[in-house]
């Protein structure tokens, strides 16, 4: 079994709505399709089912097949549900994934519950389930057996009886997987579920994963409620940008009873920090996903109840006009994501694909809204209100995600001026050396900003100097308190991420204070070494891998550290190297005193004929060097990038544009000339 990999910490920043200048540069984004320019006017099955995303629980991505899959667990999720809120907050579906049955059918062709899980039968927990006021959700696949390889039954050829059975059980969702389909017609083998659950006149959302194999957006619209547009999803970074970027352009097909379905969250599951999460979440709610938590949420932190309970953005979820949300623009990993709501507003995500915090704006008119003196811009993860003349920005963290609803609201002028809080110059400090930093006040509101202030604050031990004006006595619309500082770590600080937190304090017009702050990472470094060395002997400033960690001078074995084997392209087998899986991104501090990069990179001979990625070189917000799509048949190729003047160079792989399945990519004798 794939594990979710670990990689290195990162300190974990906080979304601040503030917005500033940015600290160093952007991410391999690849260029997302623009969407089909007309709506689909694909049928969808009107019986007023799913007419907003469906919401609620699957065991799946928390337990997979394990023996905690059970009735406790599935009633435990039932009694917190109601006891949490969550059932408040629109949770209602509890689905039990694979492996709820025993392998074999009894005589008379009927399917039967594992009596060690669930001794008591289905019909039992969904009893329990309604008794609460909740829905139960089932699973079979539509072949001759799930996807298991215990071989658990599956419905094809049994639909009507199978279908039947749920209904006769109480069964309120079914999700429909594709293994051991024998090669039969994807069409024929959903639409005959659809008909089988039609026949038993119950009503039951009709989820088709069949992993977006045969583009369901294009035809399942009569026949599924929601559907999988991609592979599984797991609980990495690397995973969840893929099947986001795989998901994304399929906006057009989104709307009210037909769901895109980017598979199930992974919130809580501990592969992600919570920055990572709240990205997760918001954008799936952007994206109008089905929100199916996959976590358990008997051992649940409060941080993760958090997130899944934010009702603000649940509510950008469920809007009732159904669209799925639009990429405005993504240059540099610098994601504006755009959904249209029904009350006229605009939710905008604000999401930052790369390593490094960094500068996302945008504008009222270019998120579609018309135009207006000035804006309500709601913060849905702090909760607070503000006034803007149009200009949309935050400083976001390395992977965070500001969101907001924006509306040309008449009542704009209650709220304070909003204020854009950011970060000019270099959050590298070699100790002994004063590092400068520059940062900026800006108000964005149509209101001004009186008796603004600003402080920074360091870790214990640093000093941190102002070297120009920390006040002013009143800024206007798009003025800036601009303020420079030294930051001197003491001698022997150890190499890593440290804390600064920049804080601002204003009034609006009518008196009411406001304070905001922007968390930023000063990471101490060493200066890079002279001559030339092998990437894979030095330290890293961040490494992530779609699965498995990073690996040094073997390829990556998907799951623990150090289970990759030498690395080998084409035949040749290399000493040194870094293995990855895609997507991946590995980064090294290069302090503008290096000169070029070199490597062998292809897909590792491991993986047999599967495997297709693209590599890229980034020096600082440019790309200096790429391949384009490798797959495992092509021997390595020879990459070479300028890198002069680089603060960070950063090695990318992507996955090639069709999900990160055994992506094993390899960055064979990877050099660094400084
Ligand atoms: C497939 C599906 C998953 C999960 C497993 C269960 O991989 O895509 O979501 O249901 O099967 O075996």
């Not at 018309?370 to 811009?377: F, G, K, Q």
């Not at 990472?521 to 330290?539: C, F, W």
Request: net charge negative.
């Amino acid at each position: 079994m794939r594990r979710p990999h670990t990689r290195t910490t990162r300190r974990r920043v906080a979304g601040a709505l503030t917005a500033g200048l940015l600290c160093t540069a952007g991410l391999a984004a690849p260029a997302v399709a623009a969407p089909a320019r007309h709506p689909v006017a694909a049928p969808s099955l009107a019986d007023g089912l799913a007419l907003t995303p469906p919401m609620g629980f699957n065991n799946w991505n928390s337990t997979h097949c394990r023996a905690d899959f059970n009735e406790a667990m599935v009633k435990g999720i039932a009694d917190l549900f109601v006891d949490k809120g969550l059932k408040d907050a629109g949770y209602q579906y509890v689905n039990l994934d694979d492996c709820w049955a025993l392998p074999d059918r009894d005589a008379n062709g009927k399917l039967v519950p594992d009596p060690a899980r669930f001794p008591n039968g289905i019909k039992a927990v969904a009893d329990y389930v309604h008794a609460k006021g909740l829905k139960l959700g089932i699973y079979t696949s539509a072949g001759i057996k799930t996807c298991n390889s215990a071989g658990f039954p599956g419905a094809l050829g049994h639909e009507y009886s199978d279908a039947q059975q749920f209904a006769d059980w109480g069964v309120d969702y079914l999700k429909y997987d594709n293994c051991n389909n024998l090669g039969v017609d994807a069409k024929l083998r959903y639409r005959t579920m659809r008909d089988a659950l039609r026949a038993t006149s119950r009503p039951i959302v009709y989820s088709i994963c069949e992993w977006g194999e045969n583009k369901p957006w294009e035809w399942a619209g009569d026949v599924g409620h929601l559907w999988r547009t991609t592979g599984d999803i797991s609980d990495s970074w690397g995973s969840m940008l893929s099947i986001l970027k795989q998901n994304l352009p399929l906006a057009p097909y989104a709307g009210p009873g037909h769901w895109n379905d980017p598979d199930m969250l992974e919130v809580g599951n501990g592969g992600m920090t919570d920055t990572e999460y709240r990205s997760h979440f918001s954008l799936w709610s952007v994206m109008a996903a089905p929100l199916l938590i996959g976590t358990d949420l008997r051992t649940a932190s409060q941080a993760t109840f958090d997130i899944l309970d934010n009702k603000e953005v649940i509510a950008v979820d469920q809007d009732p006009l159904g669209k799925q949300g639009t990429v405005v623009s993504s240059a540099g990993g610098r994601w504006v994501v755009a959904k249209e709501m029904k009350d006229g507003s605009r939710a905008v995500a604000l999401f930052n694909e790369s390593g490094t915090a960094q500068r996302i704006a945008t504008t009222a008119s270019a998120v579609g809204l018309p135009d207006a003196p000035a804006y309500t811009l709601r913060d849905l993860w702090q909760h607070r209100s503000y006034n803007t003349a149009g200009t949309l920005a935050a400083t976001v963290p390395a992977h965070g995600t500001v969101l907001l609803r924006v509306s040309a609201d008449p009542d704009w002028a209650t709220h304070p001026p909003a204020a854009e809080l950011g970060l000019d110059g270099s959050p590298f400090v070699e100790t002994g050396t004063p590092a400068a930093l520059t940062t900026d006040f800006t108000d964005l509101g149509r209101t001004p900003a009186r008796r603004v202030s600003v402080s920074l604050t360091g870790p214990a031990g640093w000093t941190v100097r102002a070297t120009s004006a920390t006040t002013a006595t009143v800024l206007t619309t798009g003025r800036s308190l601009r303020t420079g500082w030294t930051v001197n770590a003491p001698a022997g600080t150890p190499t890593g991420s440290y804390g600064l937190v920049l804080k601002a304090s204003y009034r609006s017009p009518t008196g009411e204070s406001v304070t905001s702050t922007l968390p930023l990472t000063a990471t101490v470094v060493l200066p890079p070494p002279t001559g030339t060395s092998y990437l894979s002997d030095l330290p890293w400033l961040s490494a992530t891998s779609g699965w498995g960690p990073v690996e040094r001078d073997t390829s990556n074995g998907e799951s623990a550290a150090g289970d990759g084997h030498p690395i080998t392209l084409g035949g040749v087998v290399y000493a040194k190297g870094l293995g990855v899986h895609a997507e991946s991104e590995v980064s090294f501090y290069t302090g503008k005193a290096c000169g070029k990069v070199t490597a062998d990179v292809g897909v590792d001979d491991e993986k047999g004929t599967k495997g297709t990625v693209a590599f890229e070189i980034w020096a600082d917000g440019t790309k200096v060097a790429s391949t384009g799509v490798l797959t495992n048949a092509q021997p390595a190729q020879p990459l070479t990038a300028d890198v002069t003047g680089a603060q960070v160079v950063r090695l990318v792989v992507t996955d090639g544009g069709d999900g990160i399945d055994s992506d094993h990519a390899d960055w064979a004798d990877a050099r660094l000339s400084c």
